[in-house]
């Protein structure tokens, strides 16, 4: 039947249809960023087009594993809609004799995926990922590490038009050839800090460093090939390379922090041309002396601290989301939750990708979840409420069973988000590997809830325990297990005050291999250690640590 109705429709969309309008994208599925689609090969451009179509659309359903062919009835069909077409010299898709065929022979792409399988078999999990990553921000010919213009800039260690192959030839060949080296001179974080080796203070910095932005190549290129890296350039000054020397070279080195509105984000650049070092940083796949990746930060004031870890947070926040899609953190209770006070404040609560954040308890006493002991009343009344991160995202313990029920439930939870990768694993241990935990430290050394003497320090199997004898009251609270703290890829203690000095000066200066102090004990195995520490805790610090 027709209608005899004339002009526009009566109910006219408002908006266009929105395909994926309620879809939560999950940027590690086939597709999304950190997975995306291979190359269309082999077909005919209308069918190029429908293929394209039909991914935009969520359309577009993937092989699982290799399909048969129908003509050569070989399974060696690796795309969706591809069969054994090239011999046949027609579209792999709708079969017609065309004249044109889109995109590569898809032998060469098949032997180019081999060569990469081949390369990166022995490569860790991470490792893998990057070069994945790398080599799909080459397809995707963006023009990201292509220098802009032609003509050199003031203190550029290479010219324009050679620095881009040069630093990746370098990287390349630093990184990707052994995986061990890394090239280091200095590290520019991309949120405007800069952290330097050995300088004393921030003015000496200021004054023996200055930066040239270079747009020509950006972080994410660096990263894609290299995990800790970055090219920093020193002025002509003896002091400064002196300084640089001694601080990188012994794990004595500290760090000064401050920030320097002159870094802009994603630039890094280099300062005079004719001093650049090539540092080997560490072994990457050395597992042994973890001192070298310690770091302790000492600040003049709770403020100074509070901003400096808020922006560590929010570093590793920003690198996580990036590199996993995810930032799961770890949290403990105690005054580690005012430190943190800051992340609710501008910029950050603007800033960082909270969406992304997935936050775990690395210790709960066993009370009900709106008791004044509880760890995650604490952190819900004076952060997580403050911010926007999604309610489901924010895993805490059940609080209506008994404490070891609650900490399997716990390790069960725990397991459910390693398995969908929410939460990382470690390479060398299976265990979650946090993006980052946060502990706090007591008087008595204990952290979390890992009490001096205490059999819960034994855990070796479980990844969270109970106890129903704390010393600290409440008496019951379940706890991560030290291999679990020691998977982690950074692990941030954060202690104030003189009353925690001796056993700050114990787990800093005294860390040894056969130790018994639960704070000497939190020895990152691949991760980095960050101590965050006023001055009163750090009185009691050997001299080289509070210069
Ligand atoms: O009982 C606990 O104490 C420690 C340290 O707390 P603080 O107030 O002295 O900083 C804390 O890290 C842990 O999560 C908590 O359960």
Redesign the pocket.
């Known amino acids: 039947m027709s209608s005899n109705r004339q002009g526009p429709p009566k109910h006219q969309n408002r908006y266009a249809w929105n395909p994926n309008a309620n879809h939560k994208k999950n940027e590690t599925e086939l597709g999304g960023k950190l997975r995306p689609y291979s190359d269309i090969t082999g077909v005919c451009p209308r069918c190029k087009d429908q293929i394209e179509w039909k991914r935009r659309y969520g359309k577009y359903k993937p092989l699982v594993e290799p399909g048969k062919c129908q003509k050569c009835g070989k399974r060696a069909v690796r795309q969706a809609y591809h069969r054994c077409a090239k011999d046949s010299g027609v579209c792999a898709k709708c079969s017609c004799r065309v004249d044109r065929i889109v995109g590569r022979d898809t032998v060469e792409v098949e032997a180019e995926r081999k060569t990469l399988e081949e390369a990166i078999k022995n490569a860790r999990e991470r490792d893998r990922r990057t070069l994945l990553r790398a080599m799909n921000k080459q397809k995707a010919g963006s023009a990201v590490g292509t220098p802009k213009g032609g003509n050199s800039k003031v203190g550029e260690l290479f010219p324009a038009a050679s620095i881009d192959d040069k630093f990746v030839e370098t990287l390349l060949g630093a990184s990707l050839g052994l995986c061990k080296l890394s090239v280091i001179i200095g590290f520019m974080h991309k949120s405007s800090y800069t952290n330097t080796w050995g300088s004393n203070t921030v003015s000496e910095y200021r004054r023996t460093l200055w930066v040239i932005r270079f747009t020509g190549i950006q972080f994410g290129r660096l990263d894609a090939f290299m995990r800790a890296l970055a090219i920093l350039a020193v002025k002509r000054s003896q002091k400064t390379k002196e300084t640089i020397h001694k601080g990188s070279s012994k794990h004595r080195q500290r760090a000064v922090y401050s920030k320097h509105p002159e870094v802009e984000r994603d630039s890094f650049g280099v300062i005079e041309m004719s001093t650049v070092w090539l540092i080997p940083l560490m072994d990457m796949d050395n597992h042994g002396d973890s001192k070298n990746n310690r770091e302790v930060r000492i600040h003049d004031s709770l403020d100074e601290l509070s901003t400096d870890l808020a922006d560590y947070i929010a570093e590793l926040s920003e690198k996580s989301v990036k590199e996993r899609g995810f930032f799961a953190i770890a949290l403990?209770?105690?005054?580690?939750i005012g430190l943190i006070g800051k992340l609710c404040e501008v910029p950050y609560n603007k800033t960082v990708d909270w969406a992304r954040w997935h936050i775990l308890w690395?210790?709960?006493?066993v009370v009900a979840k709106n008791h004044s002991d509880s760890?995650y009343k604490l952190a819900k009344d004076g952060f997580l409420s403050k911010v926007p991160v999604a309610p489901s995202h924010v895993y805490s313990i059940n609080d209506n069973v008994s404490a070891e029920e609650a900490a399997t439930e716990y390790e069960f939870v725990l397991r459910q988000l390693v398995k969908s990768r929410t939460v990382d694993v470690s390479e060398c241990s299976d265990c979650p590997k946090f993006d980052l935990i946060l502990?706090?430290?007591?008087?008595d050394g204990?952290?979390?809830?890992l009490f001096p003497l205490h059999t819960a320090l034994n855990a070796k199997s479980d990844w969270v325990t109970f106890i129903i004898d704390?010393p600290?009251p409440p008496p019951e609270?379940i706890t991560f297990t030290l291999p679990v703290i020691n998977s982690a890829s950074n692990v941030a203690m954060?202690?104030t005050g003189s009353g925690?000095a001796e056993a700050v000066r114990l787990a800093v200066d005294e860390a040894s291999s056969n130790c018994t102090l639960p704070a000497q004990m939190v020895q990152p195995t691949n991760g980095k250690l960050v101590w965050f520490l006023d001055r009163a805790a750090a009185s009691k610090l050997d001299d080289s640590q509070t210069a």
Do not use: C, F, I, Y
């Open positions: 403990s209770g105690g005054s580690l690395a210790d709960e006493r760890n502990l706090g430290m007591g008087p204990h952290v979390a809830s704390s600290k609270r954060v202690v925690k």
